[in-house]
């Protein structure tokens, strides 16, 4: 399985990374390089849309703490927008919804960083 990565500029500084696909040991390096290359240019308010992921594995879930402990060391946040209950339970589980904000939808996520 493949992952697509799309990122698109957002109202004010923030940036939306729109996720397609799977989200494995082997797609995951794309889609830290995505939000990498958001934070090397200096943008810490990060919106990540997982309405489209169908899979995480442990591998993109440490992707995901890792772009949200880079862009807490300049102030920012890292909100996820997830409505598939499967994703959502592997959050719960793992306690990850302490640390993220994990929302129904995009306009949500945005009103929340601000």
């Known amino acids: 399985m493949d992952i697509?990565?799309?990122v698109r500029?957002?109202?004010g500084d923030t940036y939306v990374v729109d996720l397609n696909g799977e989200i494995d040991v082997y797609t995951s390096p794309k889609v830290k390089d995505a939000i990498g290359d958001l934070i090397d240019k200096g943008h810490y308010n990060l919106v990540i849309?997982?309405?489209?992921?169908r899979y995480i594995d442990s591998t993109g879930l440490g992707v995901l703490i890792g772009g949200l402990?880079?862009?807490r060391e300049h102030?920012?946040?890292v909100n996820l927008v997830c409505t598939n209950?499967?994703?959502k339970k592997i959050f719960d589980i793992?306690?990850?919804v302490k640390i993220f904000g994990i929302y129904d939808d995009e306009d949500a996520a945005m009103k929340a960083l601000v």
């Open 9 to 11: 500029e957002a109202q």
């Open 75 to 77: 102030g920012g946040t």
């Open 69 to 71: 402990k880079r862009v």
């Open 94 to 96: 793992t306690g990850l």
């Open 49 to 53: 849309n997982l309405e489209k992921v």
């Open 85 to 87: 209950p499967q994703i």
């Open 4 to 6: 697509k990565v799309n």
